[in-house]
């Protein structure tokens, strides 16, 4: 069996991992200049690594990343962080908190005693409720998708206080967007094995994960630059053709964009699938990385500082002082800040604008520094998959219609993270596997 795996980002990567320890021959297309998809890294001549995208691993909420790390030799090389928080109010009070332990914002004392005893009994029957084992699986969350959003469930269970002071700055941070637009079976399974998260990284950034997935499969099988133009069938095998040539092969992997892979398979797809594919939410994204030559603030006692408060559009979900979270992302004695903004203020902001944003939030968060040494904008019309009311069920629906031999893979079929990607991208390699047994 010959498979192309079209896709080079964390889910492309562990299925040419999956493939490669199986002996399955394969090719790799990526598009970009080099693999990662939202986890590369951009290494910069004066010494700083920007993530470009994710910033941690979550250890035993990402259980399939881990064992793979573990498989290969690689678990030893994650430097761990414990993610110091401090929440920022409207009024600048901070309160304290640790981003990998949902128990410490019980003591924010703008909670009441009402509003903690309510956090802790819908703990308690979050915990005795039947959830996914997995956040990240898709169709784990499937089974418990309804028509009902976040913020919705969060008031109504945990209260308007907790809902501004506990479940909107962790959501902001990760996703980014209003609350009303995610659904519910991710944050209820995440809340529900909260005690299992363990912060880390590699000393490289998250993109080195990639990397290790590829170590020892042969230069000749990856092709970067080289995006897919069309996929056609020729009897029983499918011909894979990009700029200068094509190959054939006995199967496919696509773990692109959830519409890159509709259009790429078209012509192959009933219109219910097609349009299964293109009711994926993406959402624009932006974060903004301020680098110090000279750390203005080394003695601050947060890694993290959450803005909130009581209601309103915040630009910022976030700023995180990367030399804290990853020293060896920055140089000796530098400091570069991430400020993770929020969807709805994006629109109407242009990219000098936020950049200047990004610089005042900083001063604002951290105290008044000198003048950065460099100002990095990403940004993204189409950043980050948004799980709405009902979308894993519309996504899980999208594998038994595809054609035999077809599989996908990516962030979409979840929650966008890096264990939905390596879980799907590994899933999709072994479905291959399956199908190949039961062909011989």
Same mark, same amino acid.
């Given at each position: 069996?010959?498979?192309?795996?079209?896709?080079?980002?964390? $889910?492309?990567?562990?299925?040419?991992?999956?493939?490669?320890?199986?002996?399955?021959?394969?090719?790799?297309?990526?598009?970009?200049?080099?693999?990662?998809?939202?986890?590369?890294?951009?290494?910069? =001549?004066?010494?700083?690594?920007?993530?470009?995208?994710?910033?941690?691993?979550?250890?035993?909420?990402?259980? +399939?990343?881990?064992?793979?790390?573990?498989?290969?030799?690689?678990?030893?090389?994650?430097?761990?962080?414990?993610? $110091?928080?401090?929440?920022?109010?409207?009024?600048?009070?901070?309160?304290?908190?640790?981003?990998?332990?949902?128990?410490?914002?019980?003591?924010?004392?703008?909670?009441? #005693?009402?509003?903690?005893?309510?956090?802790?009994?819908?703990?308690?029957?979050?915990?005795?409720?039947?959830?996914?084992?997995?956040?990240? =699986?898709?169709?784990?969350?499937?089974?418990? =998708?309804?028509?009902?959003?976040?913020?919705?469930?969060?008031? $109504?269970?945990?209260?308007?206080?907790?809902?501004?002071?506990?479940?909107?700055?962790?959501?902001?941070? #990760?996703?980014?967007?209003?609350?009303?637009?995610?659904?519910?079976?991710?944050?209820?399974?995440?809340?529900?094995?909260?005690?299992?998260?363990?912060?880390?990284?590699?000393?490289?950034?998250?993109?080195?994960?990639?990397?290790?997935?590829?170590?020892?499969?042969?230069?000749?099988?990856?092709?970067?630059?080289?995006?897919?133009?069309?996929?056609?069938?020729?009897?029983?095998?499918? +011909?894979?053709?990009?700029?200068?040539?094509?190959?054939?092969?006995?199967?496919?992997?696509?773990?692109?964009?959830?519409?890159?892979?509709?259009?790429?398979?078209?012509?192959? #797809?009933?219109?219910?699938?097609?349009?299964?594919?293109?009711?994926?939410?993406?959402?624009?994204?932006?974060?903004?990385?301020?680098?110090?030559?000279?750390?203005?603030?080394?003695?601050?006692?947060?890694?993290?500082?959450?803005?909130?408060?009581?209601?309103?559009?915040?630009?910022?979900?976030?700023?995180?002082?990367?030399?804290?979270?990853?020293?060896?992302?920055?140089?000796?004695?530098?400091?570069?800040?991430?400020?993770?903004?929020?969807?709805?203020?994006?629109?109407?902001?242009?990219?000098?604008?936020?950049?200047?944003?990004?610089?005042?939030?900083?001063?604002?968060?951290?105290?008044?520094?000198?003048?950065?040494?460099?100002?990095?904008?990403?940004?993204?019309?189409?950043?980050?998959?948004?799980?709405?009311?009902?979308?894993?069920?519309?996504?899980?629906?999208?594998?038994?219609?595809?054609?035999?031999?077809?599989?996908?893979?990516?962030?979409?079929?979840?929650?966008?993270?890096?264990?939905? $990607?390596?879980?799907?991208?590994?899933?999709?390699?072994?479905?291959?596997?399956?199908?190949?047994?039961?062909?011989?």
């Amino acid at each position: 069996m010959k498979v192309a795996i079209i896709g080079g980002g964390p $889910a492309g990567c562990a299925a040419a991992y999956t493939l490669q320890k199986n002996n399955i021959d394969f090719e790799l297309f990526e598009a970009a200049d080099e693999v990662g998809g939202r986890t590369k890294q951009l290494h910069r =001549d004066d010494g700083y690594n920007l993530g470009t995208g994710a910033l941690f691993l979550m250890g035993g909420i990402y259980p +399939r990343t881990m064992a793979l790390l573990r498989e290969m030799g690689r678990k030893k090389q994650l430097v761990p962080w414990t993610g $110091a928080s401090e929440l920022m109010d409207d009024d600048r009070s901070r309160y304290p908190v640790r981003l990998d332990s949902f128990l410490s914002f019980i003591k924010v004392p703008t909670l009441g #005693l009402r509003d903690k005893l309510r956090i802790i009994g819908t703990g308690l029957r979050l915990f005795f409720t039947p959830s996914a084992r997995n956040p990240f =699986d898709g169709s784990q969350l499937a089974r418990y =998708d309804g028509d009902e959003n976040l913020e919705d469930w969060s008031r $109504a269970n945990l209260g308007d206080k907790a809902f501004e002071y506990v479940m909107r700055p962790i959501m902001d941070f #990760l996703y980014a967007v209003p609350l009303r637009e995610l659904s519910t079976p991710f944050p209820k399974a995440l809340m529900k094995q909260g005690h299992k998260i363990a912060l880390s990284s590699p000393e490289g950034g998250i993109g080195q994960i990639n990397e290790w997935f590829l170590d020892n499969v042969s230069p000749d099988r990856i092709h970067v630059s080289t995006p897919v133009e069309g996929l056609t069938r020729e009897d029983q095998k499918w +011909r894979v053709s990009y700029s200068g040539g094509s190959i054939l092969v006995d199967s496919l992997i696509i773990a692109t964009e959830a519409f890159i892979a509709a259009n790429l398979l078209k012509a192959h #797809l009933s219109e219910d699938a097609y349009s299964r594919l293109m009711s994926t939410h993406y959402t624009e994204y932006a974060h903004v990385v301020v680098g110090y030559d000279e750390d203005p603030w080394p003695d601050y006692p947060s890694d993290i500082v959450l803005p909130v408060g009581e209601g309103g559009v915040r630009n910022v979900g976030a700023m995180v002082l990367h030399g804290r979270r990853l020293p060896a992302s920055v140089p000796n004695r530098a400091q570069m800040v991430g400020v993770y903004f929020n969807t709805p203020p994006l629109k109407d902001m242009s990219d000098d604008d936020i950049k200047e944003e990004a610089v005042k939030q900083v001063n604002a968060a951290f105290g008044q520094a000198q003048k950065p040494s460099f100002v990095h904008l990403f940004r993204y019309k189409k950043g980050l998959t948004i799980a709405k009311p009902g979308h894993y069920e519309i996504l899980n629906k999208v594998h038994s219609l595809l054609p035999k031999g077809v599989e996908l893979a990516g962030d979409y079929f979840s929650q966008a993270g890096v264990e939905a $990607a390596v879980h799907s991208g590994e899933k999709a390699a072994k479905n291959l596997l399956r199908y190949r047994a039961q062909e011989f």
